[in-house]
């Protein structure tokens, strides 16, 4: 279960999802607010050919319960996005390698992280949680040893695109948006921890470049005023379901 103000609640399983929520908490305007959205969601599902939508309302007070159950009918457009992120420890070498593996593996695109230690941490940012295996005394120290300057970000475009991949990474600061512009990437990926980031956000907006956005840590409201945000300046968003667990227990991936 996913919950939400606790006030209301999102039950994902495999093939569908359902919303309910008790009326006796909610003013009459949210409620609104909350079925429109619904029903736009719905409406948008049943409108694409290559799902078959099934759509239970039950009304009973003092619970509102939506369930969509949800069948896709045709795999053969889905794309997959090899997570590479900063498991290359800092080493061009191996980041080469798993450009190599994610293509032997199918992948349709690369995905690493680009942190610009002096932009985004100190000498104060400790580990929240350190791994044994991690030699960095701190956060700062472990972003400058892993991190990749703008030379070799460009050679590890050009190797993801000469084996027919899609080159991605996730800025972490305005300093790194600027770095990705040069680099000249085609679209954005914003992490889930980034969502509420707004400054970042409208930095990467400015480009009007399409923008992949997770949101594993963010509610409606928080997901709502960053599309708001975005949608000045375009609508190329791809809006993704998100867990923000590593790793991730097969029965929280909410898909």
Same mark, same amino acid.
């Given at each position: ?25 909610l003013n009459r ?35 509102k319960l939506y ?5 896709? *009918? @045709?795999?053969?457009? #889905?794309?997959? &996005? $090899? /997570? ?6 800092? %080493?061009?070498? !191996? ?21 610009i230690a002096e ?76 969502? *509420? @980031?707004?400054?970042? #956000?409208?930095? &990467? $907006? /400015? ?6 956005? %997770?949101?594993? !840590? ?38």
């Amino acid at each position: 279960y996913i919950c939400l103000f606790s006030l209301y609640s999102i039950e994902f399983y495999y093939g569908g999802f359902s919303l309910y929520y008790p009326r006796n908490f909610l003013n009459r305007q949210f409620r609104i607010y909350v079925d429109n959205i619904f029903r736009r969601i719905i409406r948008i599902l049943q409108l694409s050919k290559k799902l078959s939508v099934q759509v239970i309302l039950n009304n009973y007070l003092p619970i509102k319960l939506y369930t969509i159950k949800i069948k896709y *009918t @045709n795999f053969k457009n #889905i794309k997959t &996005i $090899a /997570e590479i992120g900063l498991a290359h420890e800092g %080493s061009y070498a !191996l980041a080469c390698s798993y450009i190599l593996s994610a293509k032997k593996a199918g992948a349709d695109a690369v995905k690493f992280q680009t942190h610009i230690a002096e932009d985004e941490s100190s000498k104060y940012d400790d580990f929240r949680i350190k791994s044994p295996y991690i030699i960095d005394k701190n956060r700062k120290s472990f972003w400058e040893r892993t991190a990749f300057d703008l030379k070799t970000f460009v050679k590890l475009k050009k190797l993801t695109e000469k084996h027919g991949m899609f080159f991605l990474s996730s800025p972490f600061s305005i300093q790194a948006v600027e770095l990705l512009k040069k680099v000249k990437v085609s679209a954005w990926k914003v992490g889930s921890g980034e969502l *509420t @980031n707004l400054p970042l #956000i409208n930095k &990467i $907006a /400015e480009t009007k470049k399409p923008i992949i956005l %997770s949101t594993g !840590l963010s509610n409606f409201l928080e997901i709502k005023k960053t599309l708001d945000l975005i949608k000045k300046y375009h609508n190329k968003i791809i809006l993704m379901q998100c867990t923000s667990l590593y790793p991730c227990p097969y029965d929280k991936i909410g898909l």
